[in-house]
């Protein structure tokens, strides 16, 4: 599976399990595996380099397993074959997204105006509370 020029997955990586999937589908969900769970092994895998690896860990979340795969799982539709294709496009986004390196932030102040102005409706919104109280006789 070709990811960009550089990464590509082999198929030893990827593992691909069917089980029965919930929802739509008739007698025919009581029959057929169509759900689809991909299991990629990200931790051992030797084309990903570290630091994609640490972005995807942190952009897989909880699909993000204690042994260090990716697990996707994907029951959409009710063929088999479109499940896998979903499954496997979503891994692809999933390393896509994890090789672009964040920009990093520069730290920046507030501008002068931007402080005045803040500053200005705050005593605005003072004033405004100060006039909610009781009327004196």
Known sequence: MRITDTITLEDWEITEQFVRSSGPGGQNVNKVSTAVEL????????????????RLRRLAGRR?????????????????????????????????????????????????????????????RGEVKALRGKVEE
Do not use: Y
């Open 39 to 54: 299991r990629f092994e990200a931790e051992r895998s030797p084309h990903l380099p570290e630091p994609v690896k640490r």
């Open 64 to 124: 993000w397993t204690k042994d260090g795969a990716v697990v996707i799982f994907v029951e959409e539709t009710r063929s088999q074959a479109r499940n896998r294709e979903i499954a496997r496009e979503r891994l692809a986004e999933l390393v896509l997204a994890a090789t672009v390196a964040p920009k990093p932030r520069r730290p920046t102040r507030p501008t002068h105006g931007s402080v005045e102005r803040r500053i200005k409706g705050k005593k605005v």
